[in-house]
């Protein structure tokens, strides 16, 4: 079963977009820094509209997952699919429309020190040769969406951490991704700020279908991102609403990652009551976790 209210994910499908194309897929995918072997012919896929929350203990090889997808490395084999094409054959310049379907929000925000939030959040449509008036639509709606319109001039500086990881957030959306990737976009953040973190992340998966790869250590995380939905609510608003007895989310899974290889592949339910010992102490050793981070 799943929520009436988080529609399939064929039904969050883009235009044009084939859903039963998984939006990223690795196939035997390896890559080591020089003697060190990294990933070990690593396959998972992210389907349309569907989190991916990827675990695993520091140096298992999350980051280096996010930064071949976006084509900043290249393995030393397999394959890697955007969207059905290979791209770890592709030349540099024919990365770029590759790169445009991907929104990336980095642990530290990675906002530009001299720059407004508006600006930084309006940088990556410049650099595309947006019309200002365009660029101003846009940014003001996803400063709305992540609930920051009203510190539009102020700079990073001014801001709380909590707040520059919206900002980053604003800006990896802004021009409507297809592909988002979150690299531990909640740690160090207090329970409040992690929680307005997890909604918007809840909002890009159940309303507009966005695929992601959710990168964390955090326990936390795991269990609001694979319980909670957005719902409608009265007066045609929404609200998070707690996945129960009677429902099963489909569109988050979770990848374990472990000597470069995954160790575990499914949904929630079958995460907690898997029995494999590493992943049993990842799930339980919550001071091991903190010294992770």
Known sequence: FMSMETSSLIDHAPVGIDPYVPRIEFRNVSHAYGQRVILDRLSFTVASGEMKVMLGASGSGKSTVLKLVLG?????GGEIFID??????????????????IGMVFQTGALFDS??????????????????????????????????????????????????????????VVDDPDIAL????????????ARTIYELALKLRDIRGV??????????????????????APGGGKRIAAENDQLCLINTKFLMLHDGQAIFDGPDEQLWQ???????????????LAISE
């Open 84 to 101: 059905g094409e290979e791209i770890t054959s592709l030349p540099e310049a024919e990365l770029n429309h590759i790169r445009l379907k």
């Open 274 to 288: 898997s029995t494999n010992p590493i992943l049993r102490r990842f799930l339980t050793d919550e001071d091991e």
């Open 72 to 76: 900043l490395l290249r393995p030393d």
């Open 211 to 232: 695929s992601s790869i959710w990168v964390t250590h955090r326990l936390e995380d795991i269990r609001f991102l694979s319980s909670r939905f957005i719902a409608s």
């Open 115 to 172: 720059l407004s939030v508006y600006n930084n959040v309006a940088y990556r449509m410049r650099e595309q040769g947006m019309s200002e008036q365009e660029i101003e639509q846009r940014v003001i709606r996803k400063l709305k969406f992540v609930g920051l319109e009203e510190a539009a001039d102020q700079l990073p500086a001014e801001l709380s951490g909590g707040m520059k990881r919206r900002v980053a957030i604003a800006r990896a």
């Open 182 to 193: 979150f690299d531990e976009p909640t740690a160090g953040l207090d329970p409040p700020m």
